[in-house]
């Protein structure tokens, strides 16, 4: 069965610092990996995406994700946070046999500090 | 591009009572995702829809809940004699079917777009 888990409820960070909000993935053959972002009463926006190619992968607002195979993660970065950056961050995963279906981790809410 | 929109936004009912939330994706997506949301947890999947085909649906979903997309359009998610449990944000999420990248030479899937979201509150 697949299943994506986001180890930390919450995670806090000072204005400028870089940031790393954590994935872990389990899914039957290849997988297909998405960060989408969730702020106070709106709908979830896709960040990036991993479907195959180079490890490192980059997307919108400055953020990037690195997809390590041996450790089934796909953690999300960003070399210097900003607190608009302050939101829910859900990592999701899609299994090509299982067809269009997106499984969410349950989120990991991150804290932006001036 | 006008985005995923969803209405109503909020929808407040009484338990029992039937309840509709329609979905109209972006125009050129062939394929439309309902999934429901509660606080503190991620989305979960309820049923897609390929053009008007509905091609799976969660064990979520129970016989009290149907979900349609006549002319491979807009979708429609009813939720009938509504529980309490049933509270909760319906999000609805559209997206491009997967293909092949040929200029990359490899396949590719196209990500979700989602809409707003309606806020079920069963009293």
């Known amino acids: 069965a697949q299943s994506v888990a986001q180890p930390e409820d919450q995670v806090n960070v000072a204005e400028g610092n870089p940031l790393t909000v954590k994935c872990t993935y389990s899914?039957?053959?290849?997988?297909?990996l998405f960060w989408y972002v969730q702020y106070p009463n709106r709908g979830l926006q896709f960040l990036l995406k991993?479907?195959?190619?180079?490890?490192l992968v980059k997307g919108s607002y400055g953020f990037e994700a690195e997809f390590n195979k041996s450790q089934t993660s796909f953690h999300l970065k960003k070399p210097s946070a900003l607190v608009s950056d302050s939101a829910l961050y859900f990592c999701?995963?899609?299994?090509?046999?299982?067809?269009?279906?997106?499984?969410f981790g349950q989120g990991t809410e991150l804290s932006v500090k001036p | 591009d006008t985005g995923v929109s969803q209405n109503p936004r909020h929808k407040i009912t009484k338990r029992g009572q039937n309840v509709t939330f329609r979905c109209d994706p972006i125009?050129?997506?062939?394929?439309l995702y309902w999934y429901r949301q509660t606080l503190g947890q991620g989305p979960e999947f309820l049923t897609y829809?390929?053009?008007?085909?509905?091609?799976?649906k969660s064990r979520l979903l129970s016989d009290r809940f149907s979900a349609e997309r006549p002319k491979g359009s807009f979708s429609t998610l009813e939720i009938q004699r509504t529980e309490q449990g049933d509270s909760a944000m319906y999000l609805c999420?559209?997206?491009?079917?997967?293909?092949?990248?040929?200029?990359?030479?490899?396949?590719?899937?196209?990500?979700?777009?989602f809409g707003p979201g309606t806020r079920l509150t069963v009293t």
């Open positions: 899914v039957s053959g290849n997988p297909y």
């Open positions: 991993y479907i195959t190619g180079d490890n």
């Open positions: 999701a995963v899609r299994g090509f046999i299982q067809g269009g279906k997106l499984i």
């Open positions: 125009s050129e997506h062939n394929r």
């Open positions: 999420a559209s997206s491009s079917p997967q293909g092949e990248d040929w200029a990359r030479g490899r396949r590719t899937f196209y990500e979700q777009y």
């Open positions: 829809f390929q053009n008007e085909a509905q091609l799976e």
